[in-house]
C-alpha cells in the first residue's frame, strides 16, 4: 500500500470519528476538497499525519469547534455573482412580496455577507418591516462574525461595485460605517436576520419558506448528500416558493429534479412545483 | 532537466495550467491535437470572472468537443474541459469534476496547484501534467506533485512562452521531463498518447 492510500484510509478514520464522537457527518462530502480541509487541519495542529488528530478528537471537548470551522468553507462576499442578486430584485422578490409575513432561509450563510445582500433587497423593496431573513451554517466562528456584521474595509469596494451591478442604486457607503477596525452594517440591514447553526445534511426542516437561497453547498457534497439537503429543501419550501442554488450547480441528475421548474437558468433559480410535476417525494 | 524516468505507459489525462498568453497557447496545442486523440485534456486557466467565451474560441479550431466544467461531470478520454472563472477545478478518484469555491491559492481561483495535486492524486503515474506561459508561479506546486506521483511533467519553454515566470517557476521547483516549445507540445502528446496521426 502507498502513503496515497494510507493517507486516504487516515483521513476516512478521522471522519469517521469526527461523526461517532460529535455526530457530524463528512462522509458524503466531495472527496478533493475534504481532504484538503483535513490536510490544512493537520498543518494548522502541528501534526505530521492525519492519524495523529484522531485522539485529540476523541479527548477534547472543544475541538469539535474547530474542526467545524477547519472543514466548512467561509468563502463568500456581498452580492457574490451581482446578476443573481439582480434577478431576485426585479423579479423574485416582486412575486412573494404579497405574503403577510416573508420568510427567506440563507442555507450556508459563513459568515453572513448573503444574508445581509438578501437584507438590503428587502429594504429597498420596502418589505423589511414583513420579513425574516434565517441564515444558517454549521460553523459557529462564521456564524459570531456573521452576527457581528463587520468586514474588512478593503473588501466594501468590491461590495459597493457588486451591489451596483446587482442593480443598486442607493450609496453603498451608507448601509455601513467604519468601526471595529471595519465596516460595520446598519442596524436596520441587520434587523431581521437571525442566525443560526443548524446542518444541512442531518437537522430537520424548522420552518416553511418562500425563498431559500442555498448557493455553492451542494459542489461539496456528493449525490447522496446532494439528495438529502434537496428534500430538506422541498420539506421546507412552500408550493411554489423559489429555490436559488450556486451558478455553477444543477439539479439536472437529482432525483428531485422534476419537483422544481427552472425560473432563471443562469441565475440557477427554480420554483417548487410538486403537483405540477407529479414527482415523488 | 529530465530525471531520467521514462514517460507513462498507458496515460489517461493531461493536465494543463496556463495564466498570462495561455489563451494563444492553447489555440495552438489544440489546433494541433489530432481527432483521435484518446486522452482527457483538463485546462486550468486563469481568466477573470465575467469572462466565459474562452470554450467558443478554443472550440472553433479544435477537433475534439471542448466542454465547460461542470461540478459532477464523468471525465471522458478524447475531450477538453476548461475551468470556470472563479472556481477551482478538481479531479476526483472516480475521475469526475468537482467545483469549489474554497479560499484562492497564490492569491488565484481557479487554481492550478488544485488541479495537478488532485489529478496526480487520482491518476498517479498515469497522467501527464503540463506547465504553459504565464505570469505567476501558479502550477509549479502541482507539477512537482504530479511528478511526485509518478507522472510525466511537461514545460514549455520560457524563452518560447509569451511570459516566461509560470514555466521558469515549475521547472525550478518542480524540474520537468521535458522542457518543449510550443509548437512541438502538441505532435509529443499525441505521442505519448499514442497517436500515430497528427492534426498538424
Not at chain 1, 494548522?44 to 469539535?64: D, F, M, S, T, Y
Not at chain 2, 495561455?22 to 481568466?47: C, R, S
Not at chain 2, 511533467?153 to 522542457?179: F, H, S
Amino acid at each position: 500500500m502507498d502513503d496515497i492510500e494510507l493517507k486516504n484510509i487516515e483521513t476516512e478514520v478521522f471522519l469517521d470519528a469526527v461523526k461517532r464522537r460529535f455526530g457530524y457527518d463528512f462522509s458524503g462530502y466531495a472527496r478533493a476538497s475534504i481532504r484538503r480541509r483535513v490536510d490544512a487541519l493537520r498543518l494548522a495542529r502541528g501534526c505530521e499525519r492525519v492519524a495523529e488528530l484522531i485522539p485529540w478528537v476523541l479527548q477534547e471537548e472543544k475541538a469539535l469547534d474547530i474542526v467545524l470551522s477547519s472543514l466548512s468553507v467561509p468563502v463568500t462576499e456581498m452580492f457574490r455573482d451581482p446578476e443573481v442578486f439582480a434577478y431576485l430584485r426585479t423579479e423574485v422578490i416582486p412575486k412573494i412580496a404579497s405574503q403577510p409575513r416573508i420568510r427567506i432561509w440563507q442555507a450556508g450563510s459563513a459568515t453572513g455577507e448573503e444574508a445581509y445582500s438578501l437584507s438590503i433587497l428587502m429594504l429597498e423593496a420596502g418589505l423589511h418591516e414583513r420579513t425574516q431573513i434565517y441564515a444558517t451554517d454549521i460553523n459557529d466562528r462564521a456564524l459570531a462574525r456573521a452576527r457581528d456584521a463587520i468586514y474588512p474595509l478593503d473588501r466594501m469596494r468590491l461590495y459597493a461595485e457588486n451591489y451596483r451591478r446587482a442593480g443598486g442604486t442607493a450609496s453603498f457607503a451608507d448601509y455601513y460605517t467604519a468601526r471595529y477596525g471595519g465596516g460595520m452594517l446598519r442596524q436596520d440591514v441587520r434587523e431581521n436576520v437571525y442566525f443560526s447553526h443548524h446542518n444541512l445534511v442531518s437537522d430537520g426542516s424548522f420552518n416553511e419558506f418562500q425563498l431559500i437561497i442555498c448557493r455553492n453547498v451542494l459542489i461539496y457534497l456528493d449525490t447522496t448528500f446532494q439528495d438529502r439537503v434537496l428534500q430538506l429543501i422541498r420539506n421546507s419550501l412552500t408550493e411554489g416558493g423559489f429555490l436559488c442554488l450556486g451558478t455553477k450547480e444543477s439539479m439536472r441528475i437529482s432525483k428531485h429534479n422534476s419537483a422544481f421548474q427552472a425560473v432563471h437558468l443562469p441565475s440557477r433559480i427554480y420554483q417548487y412545483r410538486p403537483r405540477l410535476a407529479g414527482a415523488v417525494s | 532537466m529530465s530525471t531520467g524516468g521514462s514517460p507513462p505507459t498507458d496515460p489517461e489525462a493531461v493536465v494543463v495550467g496556463c495564466s498570462a498568453g495561455g489563451l494563444n497557447a492553447m489555440k495552438v496545442i489544440l489546433a494541433q491535437l489530432p481527432a483521435g486523440f484518446p486522452g482527457a485534456v483538463i485546462v486550468t486557466f486563469h481568466i477573470a470572472p465575467g469572462r466565459s467565451h474562452m470554450r467558443d474560441l478554443l472550440a472553433a479550431q479544435c477537433r475534439l468537443p471542448v466542454l465547460d466544467a461542470e461540478d459532477k461531470l464523468p471525465v471522458q478520454g478524447g475531450r477538453v474541459y476548461l475551468s470556470c472563472p472563479d472556481y477551482h477545478l478538481l479531479v476526483e478518484d472516480d475521475r469526475t469534476l468537482s467545483l469549489s469555491i474554497d479560499e484562492k491559492v497564490c492569491n488565484v481561483r481557479p487554481s492550478i496547484d488544485l488541479l495537478f495535486e488532485s489529478a496526480a492524486v487520482a491518476y498517479r503515474r498515469r497522467l501527464v501534467g503540463l506547465i504553459l506561459t504565464g505570469a505567476n508561479q501558479d502550477g509549479a506546486r502541482g507539477l512537482q506533485r504530479v511528478r511526485a506521483e509518478g507522472g510525466w511533467g511537461v514545460v514549455q519553454d520560457p524563452a518560447d512562452a509569451e511570459v516566461a515566470t509560470m514555466p521558469r517557476a515549475a521547472i525550478e521547483l518542480a524540474g520537468a521531463d521535458e522542457v518543449l516549445p510550443l509548437a512541438q507540445i502538441a505532435g509529443r502528446l499525441a505521442e505519448l498518447f499514442g497517436c500515430r496521426e497528427t492534426g498538424a
